[in-house]
């Protein structure tokens, strides 16, 4: 199958409007059945060094929704990182007064920035180098670009962090199946149709590590099947992925 990136329906409408807020609920059914919360709290877990007593862990999520996935991988973090800053970047600001407050309750803190991912990727790489996140994530997200696109983006993030984790749509024709099935969990045509567009605009083989930026020797990659429908990218950088 080949890759197209065709623009998905939830993108296109406004936070409130109630059809994106039930694409949003779906989305939290959809990331269930694929096992994201799972596959990301693994190789987080393995790409992290053992932390240290009182170490602040720093984290990223690009494309991050509401932020219903990131609160389920930080509450099961936090039993190993009871320090952490997070910051999670979405073109559009949907982070509920909910969410905000149950991350207070984890203990860490966090930073809600509206912005879109290419024009955090286009400004200058803050300095000093040493001042990386220690973890970028994405989740469904990577897909939504063209390659040209994705490897300006995948620049930025090596240049930013120790570890970067992706659990993005497997384009493969059981994930097509898997979404065709979707009414099965009485989701929303739009979120029905979203599934389908994504899964065609998903990643298989090694296709992610061939647009990470080549910098041999010094970050160590992965990229594999994950769960049925899923595909993990996962680079550490001078470590072990
Ligand atoms: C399929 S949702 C995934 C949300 C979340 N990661 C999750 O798994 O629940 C994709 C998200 O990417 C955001 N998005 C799409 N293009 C973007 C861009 N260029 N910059 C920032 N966010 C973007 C959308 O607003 C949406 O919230």
Do not use: Y
């Amino acid at each position: 199958m080949q890759r197209t990136v065709r623009p998905e329906i939830l993108d296109e409408l406004p936070p409130a409007d109630a059809r994106a807020i039930r694409s949003r609920r779906d989305l939290q059914r959809v990331n269930h059945v694929m096992g994201n919360r799972v596959i990301l709290d693994r190789a987080i877990r393995h790409a992290l060094p053992l932390p240290a007593p009182h170490a602040r862990l720093r984290i990223l999520e690009l494309g991050a929704g509401d932020g219903s996935l990131a609160l389920r991988v930080a509450t099961r973090l936090a039993a190993s990182w009871p320090v952490a800053e997070l910051t999670l970047l979405d073109r559009q600001p949907l982070i509920s007064d909910e969410t905000g407050i149950a991350f207070a309750h984890l203990g860490w803190s966090l930073r809600a920035l509206a912005t879109d991912a290419l024009e955090w990727a286009r400004a200058p790489t803050p300095r000093p180098l040493t001042d990386r996140w220690d973890v970028i994530l994405a989740n469904l997200f990577l897909h939504h670009f063209e390659a040209a696109a994705l490897r300006e983006l995948l620049s930025a993030v090596a240049d930013r962090c120790e570890a970067f984790v992706a659990c993005e749509p497997r384009r493969s024709l059981p994930s097509l199946l898997g979404s065709r099935l979707l009414p099965a969990l009485a989701v929303s045509r739009d979120t029905l149709h979203d599934a389908v567009v994504s899964v065609r605009a998903g990643f298989c083989g090694d296709e992610l590590s061939r647009i990470w930026p080549a910098r041999p020797g010094r970050w160590k990659m992965t990229e594999r099947p994950a769960g049925l429908f899923s595909h993990l990218f996962v680079a550490v950088h001078g470590g072990a992925a």
